[in-house]
């Protein structure tokens, strides 16, 4: 058993599938090269203590059977609980301390990320330790991240996070989860420092989409979103909003931009312009019929391509936050583009998920 240690996980960025979970439709995520790390040790007494120096913060509190909620979204004693409920122990105090690369609020899963990060923290430095895997530090993450505080919200990002390189995920019927090494270039995340706006744009996108099915399946009881063709979309034309109309369209060409992208990913063939261009095309459908894009964003996308960015595409639930863009060739010039823009540019690759930063006897089994 270690006497410290040193955990980290990734952020993400949706590939393909973007708001699309929560209609039971498959997502390609990826994991990047910015993350977030915990460092700690055990402490004498039996406080949970976590610094949190990049953004000024320290929190404390007791270890009990069942640590009480005094926040919204009150993760660090929620992934303990969580685990206690697993059968873990943890009858020692705790200190660590929180550093990360991942921007705030900006749809690249930096909440996941750190509850990623702690359960495998966590699991590693029980009175028991257990290896887990990290799907299933992952599917820990979920439980404590969504499924404790009642929130809305797929699995993605806790899989994508804790898995890393690129994940295709399907929740429904059952997880059905397929990893994937593929050679990729690099790719620059821009942040264009507008808070994304989660709730809102799921007002209009969730929700507006759930009531065009309900008025589809009236007609036509056996509709699915997995299988119906695209072409058909029309039939539905008159019985639905202009906006539930376009939001239809939109999911079935998202769809269908995804499972191209998915025989890549499974031949490992990647056509890097054809790559791009899907990336685009989804994005055209985030912009125009979902309206999950915003004017800078929108900004940022198009000097990314004017610079020499195979494709480009806003990243997460959109309304603000970041934006990503596909530059295998001469990312710095993507990147300054993106910057004049109003952006911050990141240059990232794909990368792995959570792990062990430090030696010690616990190893952290592979996927």
């Not at 690249?108 to 330790?129: E, G, Q, R, Y």
């Not at 420092?193 to 007002?203: I, M």
């Not at 009531?211 to 979103?225: E, R, V």
């Amino acid at each position: 058993m270690p006497s410290a240690l040193t955990t980290s996980a990734s952020g993400r960025i949706c590939l393909f599938g973007e708001h699309q979970d929560y209609l039971g439709l498959p997502v390609i995520a990826a994991a990047i090269s910015r993350r977030i790390s915990i460092t700690g040790a055990y402490r004498s007494d039996n406080q949970v203590v976590i610094n949190l120096p990049d953004i000024g913060q320290r929190e404390s509190f007791e270890l009990l059977p069942v640590i009480p909620y005094t926040s919204l979204r009150d993760y660090f004693k929620s992934a303990i609980n969580v685990l206690i409920r697993e059968g873990f122990q943890f009858t020692r105090g705790i200190e660590v301390t929180v550093h990360g690369n991942i921007p705030i609020n900006s749809g690249t899963s930096s909440s996941s990320a750190l509850l990623v990060a702690w359960i495998n923290w966590l699991t590693s430095m029980a009175d028991v330790p257990v290896a887990k895997t990290r799907a299933e530090i992952g599917e820990l993450a979920y439980r404590a991240e969504v499924l404790e505080f009642g929130e809305p919200g797929g699995m993605m990002d806790h899989y994508s996070t804790s898995v890393g390189e690129v994940i295709y995920l399907e929740s429904q019927p059952t997880i059905r989860l397929e990893v994937f090494e593929p050679r990729l270039g690099t790719f620059v995340l821009g942040d264009s420092r507008q808070p994304k706006d989660t709730l809102g744009v799921l007002k209009h996108v969730k929700f507006g989409m759930l009531a065009a099915i309900d008025k589809i399946k009236k007609t036509n009881p056996s509709f699915s979103l997995h299988t119906f063709p695209s072409e058909n979309a029309v039939d539905f034309k008159d019985i639905l909003s202009s906006s539930e109309y376009a939001l239809l369209n939109g999911n079935l060409s998202d769809r269908d931009v995804l499972k191209e992208a998915l025989k890549m990913f499974r031949e490992d063939e990647i056509d890097h312009h054809r790559f791009g261009e899907l990336l685009t095309i989804h994005q055209e459908s985030l912009r125009d019929a979902k309206k999950v894009s915003t004017d800078k964003i929108d900004g940022m996308i198009d000097a990314a391509l004017n610079a020499g960015a195979y494709g480009a595409k806003i990243n997460g639930s959109g309304g603000g936050g970041c934006m990503f863009a596909y530059a295998p060739e001469n990312p710095e010039a993507v990147a300054q583009a993106i910057e004049k823009a109003g952006g911050l540019a990141y240059l990232i690759k794909i990368d792995e998920g959570t792990k062990h930063e430090t030696i010690e006897k616990i190893s952290l089994k592979s996927f």
